[in-house]
């Protein structure tokens, strides 16, 4: 799970306070406990020169703000890479059935759960099935996953 530094680093570094807040630690500190959006910060979304850090800084924080919608977090350190997860996904299985059927992955970039590296990820947390006004309370993910590297909060 990313950190509030690495989330500053992703941020303009100018302290300029658009965002309501004194300082982009202060920033990257409320977006990490999501009592901040990425948009709040005016000068990272409106400025060219900021356009590699705000598509990194949307790409890690993906997963937390999906978490916050789902309830779904990932426990990396207890993850072994063993692909139960991404085969057990239902959504995984519809959007990515190439690399999903085989637990690895992503072979599209619309699959929800992914191994990289030995370790899950979660992407794409709006095509969950515990995402938006149609939610369904779906575990198949937390069911198959031996070590419980993945829960619900
Ligand atoms: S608006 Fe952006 S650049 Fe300005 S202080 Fe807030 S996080 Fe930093
Ligand atoms: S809750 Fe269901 S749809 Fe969402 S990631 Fe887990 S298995 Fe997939
Ligand atoms: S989260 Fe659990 S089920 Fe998924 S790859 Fe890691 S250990 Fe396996």
Do not use: W
Request: a neutral charge; aromatic letters at 4%; charged letters at 25%.
């Amino acid at each position: 799970m990313v950190n509030a530094m690495e989330i500053y680093q992703l941020t303009p570094k100018t302290n300029c306070k658009k965002c309501g807040l004194p300082t982009c630690m202060a920033f990257a500190v409320a977006l990490l406990g999501r009592e901040k959006n990425i948009e709040d910060c005016t000068p990272l979304v409106d400025e060219p020169k900021y356009e590699a850090k705000l598509k990194k800084l949307q790409e890690v924080m993906e997963p937390i703000m999906g978490a916050s919608e789902t309830g779904l977090i990932v426990h990396p350190e207890k993850c072994y890479g063993c692909g139960n997860c991404v085969v057990a996904c239902p959504v995984n299985v519809a959007n990515d059935p190439r690399g999903s059927a085989i637990g690895l992955g992503p072979k599209s970039d619309k699959a929800i759960l992914v191994v990289e590296d030995g370790v899950v990820k979660c992407l794409n947390m709006e095509e969950c099935r515990r995402f938006g006004p149609n939610k369904i309370m779906c575990n198949a993910c937390t069911a198959t996953c031996p070590s419980k590297a993945i829960e619900f909060v």
